[in-house]
């Protein structure tokens, strides 16, 4: 369970999320709203890498601010751009440096990373160098070493924006298919009706919250053209 | 701006890894553990190192011409092949020519030749560590000889994960520049410096805030 309670967070004098109350309990949550709105800031705030100026956020009962690798451990992140988020030179070394965070054995890691790899149709480009990868397929590798942790909350901010409509649409079922909490935060509103609950957020406030598929149209009615 | 067919950008290849890859195999090389080979790439360091400062004298020369036959032999043992061994070279061309002629030049064909040799020895040794090392086990291995400096403060896995960010950033931060390269070119300034260099820095500078980001948000660092 992910509670906000009266989270406001500041840059200098600007309100980036005016006071937010929240709680999310459902499988699958969709962010949506324009480029600048808050969306990244309020998920970055699930996992630390942004904390609140004032109120308090709560991940299974622990605050990021005090319990940051706890938080951590159980909030998996993906970013748009995969580039940042890959370090190592080849797909199955990379989803290996997951499994060494965890505590996977030495001797077990390869085998293990392989498996992981194989049950994303990725198992024939284990040993390519992760530059030589497509966008989607370096997508599908970072969410591969994300998954590979097994975090209870998978946060995503706008995983298939880079992607084409193939990748788009794959990365979205493994998203929606992952055995974890999903937070994500897209442009894709097909990615974001297929969720069960969506929150509009706009200049910094979320507007509208309810069943996907409702907030979706109504997002997509207000928008020009 | 034409280039001829199956040509890439000049400069670093942004596609491989500086050192080269790591190649699976079964040699003795392959199967020794990753701190003799280690210890053995610094012992090459330090012979060519010593032999370069005797420069010119004979017996140096000698002992550098034998250091690059024994680590070339090394590394065609381990299967590694000549193209191999020659990809290392293409990559550092233009470093190897202009030190070569600014030795030559400076100090003369004898210190030209020891200055190459030892570099091209050191190259070759770390390319056949990491041609014959997984790099995780590589990591391992830094993080595992780190270990016993923990009472002063050092954070093995923090120094381990800084090397490795260290060698596999240098292919991105290339790809960065032939990315600026293309930018200015496109933009009618292909010989202009600022319009190459400033927003390779800046890329480079985001690059890295967004590679800190993604190692807290994977728990690989705290921040």
Same mark, same amino acid.
């Given at each position: 369970?992910?509670?906000?309670?009266?989270?406001?967070?500041?840059?200098?004098?600007?309100?980036?999320?005016?006071?937010? =109350?929240?709680?999310?309990?459902?499988?699958?949550?969709?962010?949506?709203?324009?480029?600048?709105?808050?969306?990244?800031?309020?998920?970055?705030?699930?996992?630390?890498?942004?904390?609140?100026?004032?109120?308090?956020?709560?991940?299974? @009962?622990?605050?990021?601010?005090?319990?940051?690798?706890?938080?951590?451990?159980?909030?998996?992140?993906?970013?748009?751009?995969?580039?940042?988020?890959?370090?190592?030179?080849?797909?199955?070394?990379?989803?290996?440096? =997951?499994?060494?965070?965890?505590?996977?054995?030495? @001797?077990?890691?390869?085998?293990?990373?392989?498996?992981?790899? $194989? $049950?994303?149709?990725?198992?024939?480009?284990?040993?390519?160098?992760?530059?030589?990868?497509? =966008?989607?397929?370096?997508?599908?590798?970072?969410?591969? =070493?994300?998954?590979?942790?097994?975090?209870?909350?998978?946060?995503?901010?706008?995983?298939?924006?880079?992607?084409?409509?193939?990748?788009?649409?794959?990365?979205?079922?493994?998203?929606?298919?992952?055995? $974890?909490?999903?937070?994500?935060?897209?442009?894709?509103?097909?990615?974001?009706?297929?969720?069960?609950?969506?929150?509009?957020?706009?200049? @910094?406030?979320?507007?509208?919250? @309810?069943?996907?598929?409702?907030?979706?149209?109504?997002?997509?009615?207000?928008?020009?053209? | 701006?034409?280039?001829?067919?199956?040509?890439?950008?000049?400069?670093?290849?942004?596609?491989?890894?500086?050192?080269?890859?790591?190649?699976?195999?079964?040699?003795?090389?392959?199967?020794?553990?990753?701190?003799?080979?280690?210890?053995?790439?610094?012992?090459?360091?330090?012979?060519?190192?010593?032999?370069?400062? *005797?420069? #010119?004298?004979? #017996?140096?020369?000698?002992?550098?011409?034998?250091?690059?036959?024994?680590?070339?032999?090394?590394?065609?043992?381990?299967?590694?092949? !000549?193209?191999?061994?020659?990809? *290392?070279?293409?990559?550092?061309?233009?470093?190897?020519?202009?030190?070569?002629?600014?030795?030559?030049?400076?100090?003369?064909?004898?210190?030209?030749?020891?200055?190459?040799?030892?570099?091209?020895?050191?190259?070759?040794?770390?390319?056949?560590?990491?041609?014959?090392?997984?790099?995780?086990?590589?990591?391992?291995?830094?993080?595992?000889?780190?270990?016993?400096?923990?009472?002063?403060?050092?954070?093995?896995?923090? !120094?381990?994960?800084?090397?490795?960010?260290?060698?596999?950033?240098?292919?991105?931060?290339?790809?960065?520049?032939?990315?600026?390269?293309?930018?200015?070119?496109?933009?009618?300034?292909?010989?202009?410096?600022?319009?190459?260099?400033?927003?390779?820095?800046?890329?480079? !500078?985001?690059?890295?805030?967004?590679?800190?980001?993604?190692?807290?948000?994977?728990?690989?660092?705290?921040?």
């Amino acid at each position: 369970m992910i509670r906000l309670e009266a989270v406001e967070v500041l840059a200098g004098e600007r309100v980036v999320v005016h006071p937010t =109350s929240l709680e999310l309990a459902e499988r699958s949550v969709a962010l949506v709203g324009p480029n600048g709105s808050g969306k990244s800031t309020l998920l970055r705030l699930l996992n630390g890498l942004v904390l609140p100026s004032h109120g308090r956020v709560l991940v299974d @009962g622990d605050e990021p601010e005090h319990a940051l690798a706890a938080v951590r451990r159980r909030v998996g992140f993906v970013f748009t751009d995969p580039d940042a988020q890959l370090v190592m030179p080849t797909a199955v070394e990379d989803v290996a440096l =997951s499994l060494r965070r965890v505590g996977v054995p030495r @001797g077990a890691r390869d085998a293990r990373a392989r498996e992981l790899l $194989a $049950a994303q149709g990725l198992a024939g480009l284990a040993d390519r160098s992760v530059r030589e990868l497509s =966008s989607g397929q370096r997508q599908l590798l970072a969410l591969t =070493s994300v998954l590979a942790t097994g975090p209870a909350v998978l946060v995503c901010d706008e995983p298939t924006t880079l992607l084409d409509l193939h990748h788009a649409r794959r990365v979205a079922d493994v998203l929606l298919a992952a055995p $974890a909490q999903l937070v994500v935060a897209t442009h894709d509103l097909a990615l974001a009706a297929r969720t069960e609950r969506a929150l509009w957020v706009q200049d @910094g406030r979320v507007v509208r919250d @309810g069943p996907a598929g409702d907030v979706v149209a109504a997002y997509r009615a207000s928008e020009p053209g | 701006m034409s280039r001829r067919p199956g040509r890439g950008p000049r400069g670093l290849d942004a596609g491989a890894p500086l050192l080269g890859r790591h190649r699976p195999g079964t040699s003795a090389l392959h199967r020794a553990r990753p701190g003799p080979k280690l210890a053995g790439l610094a012992a090459v360091g330090l012979v060519a190192g010593l032999a370069r400062a *005797q420069a #010119p004298a004979a #017996p140096a020369l000698a002992l550098l011409a034998v250091l690059l036959l024994a680590v070339a032999a090394g590394a065609l043992a381990a299967g590694l092949g !000549v193209a191999y061994l020659a990809g *290392q070279l293409r990559r550092l061309a233009a470093v190897l020519v202009l030190l070569g002629a600014v030795q030559w030049l400076t100090r003369g064909p004898l210190v030209a030749a020891a200055v190459l040799a030892g570099l091209v020895s050191c190259v070759w040794a770390a390319a056949t560590v990491t041609g014959t090392t997984p790099v995780p086990v590589l990591l391992d291995a830094v993080v595992r000889a780190l270990r016993p400096l923990r009472g002063l403060g050092v954070d093995p896995d923090r !120094v381990g994960l800084a090397l490795l960010l260290a060698v596999t950033s240098i292919p991105v931060v290339a790809g960065l520049l032939t990315d600026s390269r293309a930018a200015a070119a496109a933009r009618g300034l292909p010989r202009d410096p600022r319009a190459v260099l400033v927003p390779t820095v800046l890329r480079t !500078v985001a690059h890295a805030h967004a590679v800190s980001e993604a190692l807290a948000a994977r728990g690989l660092v705290d921040d």
